[in-house]
C-alpha cells in the first residue's frame, strides 16, 4: 500500500463505506420481498413467474457479494494489507484501487483468473 497516500487511502475508505451504506439500505429495502421469494416459491408456478424469481433472486444475491467484498475491502485497510493482491503478493496500482476499490486482484491476475474461468472470473464490483 506504499504507492497510495493518506488521502487516497481516506478516500477509498469513504467512497467503501457511502457504498456499503447505500448497499445496506437497498438490502434492508429489498428484505420482504427475498423473505417473499423463499416462502413463495413453490413448483406449480408458471415458467415465467419463476424466471422472475430466479432474476430477482440473483440480482439480491450480487448485491449481498458486492457488500462482502466492500466489508472486506474495509478490513484490508484496516489491517495495512489494502493494495496487495492475493495472487501474486505484488501492489495493485492506485489507479486500479481508486476505480475498483474493493479490487482484490492486479489486472495482470484478474486477467488470468477471467481467461481460466472462460470470461467468468470474479467480478470486482462497487
Known amino acids: ?3 497510495l497516500t493518506k488521502k487516497q487511502q481516506r478516500e477509498i475508505f469513504e467512497t467503501l463505506s457511502k457504498e456499503e451504506s447505500r448497499l445496506r439500505r437497498v438490502l434492508e429495502d429489498d428484505a420482504g ?3 417473499d421469494l423463499q416462502s413463495g416459491w413453490q413448483e ?3 415458467p415465467s413467474e419463476n ?10 444475491s450480487s448485491l449481498t457479494d458486492a457488500l462482502t467484498e ?17 495472487t501474486c503478493d505484488e501492489e ?14 492486479c489486472v ?13 472470473g470474479r467480478p470486482v464490483t462497487l
Open 51 to 60: 424466471n422472475l424469481r430466479t432474476v430477482e433472486w440473483s440480482q439480491f
Open 92 to 105: 495493485i496500482s492506485p489507479q486500479r484501487l481508486l476505480a475498483l476499490p474493493a479490487a482484490r486482484l
Open 44 to 46: 406449480r408456478d408458471s
Open 70 to 86: 466492500i466489508e472486506a475491502a474495509k478490513e484490508r485497510l484496516k489491517e495495512g494489507v489494502y493494495g496487495i493482491c492475493e
Open 108 to 120: 495482470a491476475c484478474q486477467e488470468s483468473a477471467e481467461s481460466q474461468s472462460g470470461g467468468r
Open 33 to 35: 420481498d427475498v423473505k
Open 1 to 3: 500500500m506504499k504507492s
